[in-house]
T-cell receptor, first 115, second 110 residues
C-alpha cells in the first residue's frame, strides 16, 4: 500500500526565516512521482513541483528548494527567507506509475509566516 | 482555455436530499478525478475515470456515484446526503503527469 506522511501539522515562523516542510512516503513500486501543492487561504490547489523516482537531483526555484532522497523515502521542501504570502497549507502527494494517475496525499502542513 | 471548472461553488443540502456536482475540463484530458477534503485533512480520492465510459472507485466511494459519457464532463452524484459528506470537493484532470484542479465546491449537509 502507498502512504504519504507529513508529520508537521502546523509550523509558525517569522518572516525571513527559513523553513523546511517534511514529507515521507511509502511505496513498493520502483516507478512513481512525487508532488508538492500549495493551498492558500483562498482554497485552490496550486501545483509547485513534480519529481519522478529516477531523478534524485535537488531542485531550486527562486526561494523554493526540494530535497529528494530515495534512501530515506523523503521529499522535503524548503522555503528560504519566508514571506507572509507563503502562508498556506502545503501538501505532499505520491502517484504510482500505471495506477490510473491517482494521487495519494499527505495530511498537509499549515505554514503561518508572521511579519 | 478555462481549465477545470466546477459548479456550484457553494451548496447547503438537507439530510436525505440529492445533488450533482458538475465538473468540466477543456484540455481534452482522458483522466479525471473527484477528491474530497475534510477540515484539516488531505484530499482523498472518491472516484476516477481513465476515459469516457470508464470509471472506478477510489478510497472513499460510499454514498457517491459518477458517470463519464464524454471526455469533457465528469459529474459526481450524491443520492442521499448525510452530514458526513460535508466537505470540499475537488475535481481534477490530467494527461498523466501534472493534475490540474478545479476551484472546489464547498458542500454543507445539515
Amino acid at each position: 500500500a502507498q502512504k504519504v506522511t507529513q508529520a508537521q501539522t502546523e509550523i509558525s515562523v517569522v518572516e525571513k526565516e527559513d523553513v523546511t516542510l517534511d514529507c515521507v512516503y511509502e511505496t513498493r513500486d520502483t516507478t512513481y512521482y512525487l508532488f508538492w501543492y500549495k493551498q492558500p487561504p483562498s482554497g485552490e490547489l496550486v501545483f509547485l513541483i513534480r519529481r519522478n523516482s529516477f531523478d534524485e537531483q535537488n531542485e531550486i526555484s527562486g526561494r523554493y528548494s526540494w530535497n529528494f532522497q530515495k534512501s530515506t523515502s523523503s521529499f522535503n521542501f524548503t522555503i528560504t527567507a519566508s514571506q507572509v504570502v507563503d502562508s498556506a497549507v502545503y501538501f505532499c502527494a505520491l502517484r504510482v506509475y500505471n495506477q490510473g494517475g491517482k494521487l495519494i496525499f499527505g495530511q498537509g502542513t499549515e505554514l503561518s509566516v508572521k511579519p | 482555455n478555462a481549465g477545470v471548472t466546477q459548479t456550484p461553488k457553494f451548496r447547503i443540502l438537507k439530510i436525505g436530499q440529492s445533488m450533482t456536482l458538475q465538473c468540466t475540463q477543456d484540455m481534452n484530458h482522458n483522466y479525471m478525478y473527484w477528491y474530497r477534503q475534510d477540515p484539516g485533512m488531505g484530499l482523498k480520492l472518491i472516484y476516477y475515470s481513465v476515459g469516457a465510459g470508464i470509471t472506478d472507485k477510489g478510497e472513499v466511494p460510499n454514498g457517491y456515484n459518477v458517470s463519464r459519457s464524454t471526455t469533457e464532463d465528469f459529474p459526481l452524484r450524491l443520492e442521499l446526503a448525510a452530514p458526513s459528506q460535508t466537505s470540499v470537493y475537488f475535481c481534477a484532470s490530467t494527461t498523466g503527469t501534472e493534475q490540474y484542479f478545479g476551484p472546489g465546491t464547498r458542500l454543507t449537509v445539515t
